[in-house]
């Protein structure tokens, strides 16, 4: 890469707000909600932060294990089915 330097240069770093799913109140009405998570190795740790009484109708989440994932069982445990994707993964809530 002829140009890294420059690219490397370019890096900022910026100071963010962080909200817990938890956090936010969900609604009882989630068929339209999709959900897209891409936290660099913590999906899982967000995922188990939904509010299971009023879960998402799609969820992707970025996940580069096979399909037998920590993640793939947790969300399959929890009435989702995998619906497409090979890393970025879309499952839909069986009540979708």
Avoid: T
């Avoid at 998570?37 to 899982?44: A, R, S, W």
Wanted: charged share 25%; net charge negative; hydrophobic share 40%.
């Amino acid at each position: 890469m002829r140009n890294i330097d420059h690219y490397v240069e370019s890096i900022i770093s910026v100071d963010v707000e962080i909200i817990r799913l938890s956090d936010i109140e969900m609604s009882g009405q989630n068929d339209n909600l999709f959900l897209n998570i891409d936290v660099q190795g913590f999906e899982l740790d967000v995922i188990r932060g939904i509010d299971w009484s009023h879960p998402p109708a799609y969820i992707v989440v970025e996940d580069y294990l096979n399909e037998a994932s920590p993640i793939d069982k947790y969300l399959i445990a929890r009435g989702y089915f995998y619906l497409c994707g090979r890393v970025d993964k879309v499952y839909v809530h069986a009540s979708g």
